[in-house]
Structure formats: C-alpha cells, structure tokens
C-alpha cells in the first residue's frame, strides 16, 4: 500500500482530486464539472450543494480504480471571493452562492464609498472596495435569505472553504483558512504598522469596524485557522472518513506554492475563467498602484504577495469562441493562428468591468478597429491578445516606485496551454515566460504542504517546471510600444470618462 494525500481542488468551473504519494507524483485523479448561472445585472451564481456533491463525486471517482493507495490526509485548495450562508442547526444553503465573478453589489459598494470609514477598506485589507471581495456579498446573501423569509439568527456564512469545511467534517468546524479569511474585506493584515511580517497571527483577525461597515455579523463568521490548521477530521461514511485535514489554500495562493514563486523576481499568472497574477513581498505593506496585498499563506509566521485580478481571461477566450460558433479555446486558437496579427482589432473585454489594476466598476466590453478587411481569425487573435495585456497591466503595476520588473512569469491554469498565448504574453511582458508541466498545480501545492505537516520530504523539491515550455520574446521594445499604445488607446475608450480621473492609467512601461 502506498500512502498519499489526497489533495482536492474546488475550482469555479471544476472540481478536481489527486491522489499525491511522499514524491509528489500524481498516482490517481478525477474531476467533474461544475454549473455556472450568469443572470442579469452581473448576477454570477453556483449550487453549493452541487459544489459539495461534486466533492464526494471526485474523491470516491480518484481513489476507486486504485485500491492499492492508503489515504493519510486531506488537502483543500478552493475558489476564493465567492462566498456561502447556510443554518447552522442543518446545514442547509440559505440561497446560491455568489461567485467571485458576481457584481450585484456594485451599487452597494458606490453608496459605501460615502462612509468615512471605507478608508479603513484598503489601509486594514490591503484590498479595494470592490464587489469582487467576500464582504458586500455576505451582507447581500444574508439580508436576501431574510426577506425571502429564512431565520437568519443562526445563520453561518463563509467563502467556499468554509463550506466545505463544514461539511467534510459533519457540522463540526465552522473554520476558514487564513489566506481565503484575507480576501473577504474583514480581515485585518496589519498593514504598515509593523517593520516586519509577524511571526504570530496574533494581529490576523477579524475587524470589528469593517464587520460593521458591511453589516456582516460577527456572530456567523467562521474561526480563522492557520493554512496547516487544525481543521478537523472528515467525518461520514465515505473513502476519506477519519482522516485529518492537513492543509487549506486558496487556489491561486496554492498555485503559487506550487510553483516554488518565493522571490519577488518572479510572478506567477493562473490562468482560468479568471486571471490571478501574484508577485511574493517580502512586508505586508501595501503598494498604492491598483493591485492588493495579500496574504498567501501563513504557517508559522505569514507569507504575503502582491495580487491582481483579473475577471476575464479564459472566459473572455470562451466568450470569443461562442461568438464566432467555434467549440472552445483549442478551436479559436487555431483560427487565431491563421494570421500574423488582429488586423488592428482590439477586444476590450470587461463584461463586468475590469478588476485590477483599474478597479472599475463601470468600463463596458468593447471591440474596436473593425474594418472591411476584418475576418473571424482577426477577432480570435484580438481575444487572445487581450488576455496577454490585461497580465501585463497587473505585472507592471506590481513594480512601483522603481522596483525592479520581474524577470520572469511563471503559469499555469488551461488556458498556458495556449503556444500563441504564452508568445503573446512574453512578447508583451518584455520577459521570460515558463508554463508548469502540471496541470493540477493548485492541488499539488497544498498537497506539498499537507506532506510537510506529515513530515514528508517536501514534494515542492521538485522542480514544477520541469517539462514545462520556455517562452522569450520575439518583438522589441519599439514594437512592444506600438502594440500597447493600441490596447491603452481601447482600454480607455471601454473606461470613458473614469479613465482620464483615475491615475492607475498612467503606467510606466
């Protein structure tokens, strides 16, 4: 019998398990789709109980056809931002889940924004008052739930960590990891009043004011817990009963991990519906140029990084792909590559606005540069190169007041699978670009750290890399230049009047 952790990892469109021995090797997966309801006025929703259900599918669908594997513990690495309310007394979902992606609050964040107090939003959080983040969409889950007539006095509410957590082990935790708790608007990360990271998570609490701000009762939160724990043990009847879940990540902050990023000479971009590109450093000070600190994870002293995110990058390909009847990425990849460039055509593609480093609210999706001459294949292209500028927007808000750029940009998630939108992205990065030979590289980073809590010669060791493909740039700067003064010039447009008062526009490059 082989030990192995098995690490499951809850994705917005998938969820996915893999079963990882003491050499970080993958000896078994599965994985199942999962639902997305996009409505109107930005409204993005998910079942929980279909994300749970999906969970149990992929654990018992991994381990089946390998009976020779012997379970030791359990690794969690889940969707961030998007957030659950359910009864305490049952365990039933008191509405859907509001995804990461969902904008119904943006109104609500607006009126906030008169508050006094929402200063506190970024100077605490390290994050912007954005609907993207956790908190407006808790206060909006719990007041629909009451006025669609549900007892919300014992309500527990949390992002999906949480949720799986309390169902893992039968109701008994009602716990978050600290990374997911960093990204919700409630967090406290001590920022700028400490000369150096803390070696406690003493200061890493919940806050009270910002509670208040958002009208999120302190009463529902869930304990915050270190990313190694403790969690509890999986209860029920199912191939994982009784054991001890090692380790909890967010997927991006896991992918991170994953990758070996420690160093600020390197991001990493995951690239999934979404895009999160994330940069290590070193103090939780935050970095006033449109992007959040975070905290990646924290063990036994904190671990932060630099974050942007992205709202539409493989579902920008997919949007793409729909439009011009194609079946996927893969499909719209080979069209974009039947022509040397987009002609001059440029996809904006802010659906629901754009996230960082902008943060606006308000941008529309735009397609511009349209002529007679314009064909499908141009429009592919324009899709793709969307993806690249948006990453290299975020990597170049992550180097203010003369910090040095990255020198190179390590990636993962379906879409790095894309040859033309890897060139594409080191063409516009000016830099190196290396995508991960592993394809559930946010599974085998929080599997690595469970390893660790198991005293197992860390699986991170090895080089995630190895395999993978190397991408250098093939255009200069003077063509770099042209290409991003074309995309500034639509992305200014898809802002309007916000864009000429908001100083993130003006980048260095």
Excluded at 195 to 224: K, N
Aim: glycine fraction near 12%; charge should be negative; include cysteine.
């Amino acid at each position: 019998m082989t030990d192995v952790v098995v690490a499951i990892d809850q994705g917005t469109t998938n969820t996915k398990a893999v079963a990882v021995d003491p050499t970080g090797a993958v000896l078994a997966r599965a994985s199942a789709p999962v639902g997305v309801r996009h409505g109107d006025h930005g409204h993005v929703e998910q079942d929980p109980a279909q994300i749970w259900r999906t969970v149990q599918q992929v654990v018992v669908d991994c381990l089946a056809g390998t009976p020779d594997l012997h379970p030791v513990g359990v690794a969690l690495s889940t969707q961030r931002e998007s957030v659950v309310a359910w009864d305490r007394r049952d365990g039933r979902p008191l509405g859907p889940v509001l995804s990461w992606q969902d904008v119904r609050t943006a109104d609500d964040c607006r009126r906030l924004l008169d508050d006094p107090r929402a200063a506190l939003v970024p100077a605490r959080t390290g994050l912007p008052l954005d609907p993207m983040f956790s908190a407006p969409k808790l206060h909006r889950l719990l007041a629909d739930a009451a006025e669609a007539g549900s007892d919300v006095t014992h309500a527990a509410v949390g992002t999906i960590d949480s949720w799986l957590l309390w169902n893992l082990t039968g109701g008994a935790e009602h716990v978050v990891e600290a990374g997911n708790a960093s990204r919700t608007l409630l967090l406290d990360l001590d920022l700028g009043r400490s000369a150096s990271p803390s070696p406690s998570s003493d200061r890493l609490g919940w806050d009270a004011e910002l509670a208040d701000l958002f009208a999120v009762p302190q009463a529902a939160l869930p304990r915050i817990a270190a990313s190694t724990g403790p969690f509890g043990t999986v209860a029920g009847d199912g191939p994982l009963r009784g054991l001890p879940v090692l380790a909890v990540l967010a997927d991006s902050h896991a992918a991170l991990l994953g990758h070996g990023a420690t160093g600020p000479g390197t991001v990493k971009a995951t690239y999934g519906t979404g895009s999160s590109v994330m940069r290590p450093w070193a103090t939780p000070d935050a970095v006033r140029t449109g992007v959040s600190t975070t905290l990646a994870w924290l063990t036994d002293r904190p671990t932060y990084a630099l974050e942007g995110n992205i709202r539409y990058s493989g579902a920008a390909l997919d949007w793409a792909a729909s439009l011009l009847g194609l079946t996927g990425g893969a499909a719209l990849g080979e069209l974009a590559a039947t022509v040397p460039d987009a002609g001059g055509v440029t996809l904006v593609p802010a659906f629901g606005g754009l996230g960082a480093p902008h943060w606006d609210a308000d941008a529309v999706g735009l397609l511009t540069g349209l002529t007679g001459g314009t064909t499908p294949a141009h429009v592919a292209r324009a899709a793709f190169e969307a993806v690249a500028w948006q990453v290299a927007d975020v990597v170049a808000a992550m180097s203010p007041d003369g910090a040095p750029s990255p020198d190179l940009l390590v990636a993962d998630g379906g879409a790095s699978a894309s040859a033309l939108l890897m060139q594409l992205q080191a063409d516009a990065l000016g830099c190196e670009v290396v995508t991960s030979r592993h394809p559930e590289l946010s599974a085998l980073g929080v599997a690595g750290l469970a390893g660790q809590a198991l005293g197992w010669d860390p699986a991170l060791r090895a080089d995630p890399h190895a395999g993978g493909t190397r991408y250098a740039p093939s255009i200069g700067s003077d063509e770099r230049a042209a290409r991003r003064a074309r995309w500034d010039a639509a992305l200014h447009r898809s802002r309007g009047p916000q864009a000429d008062r908001d100083p993130s526009t003006s980048r260095t490059s």
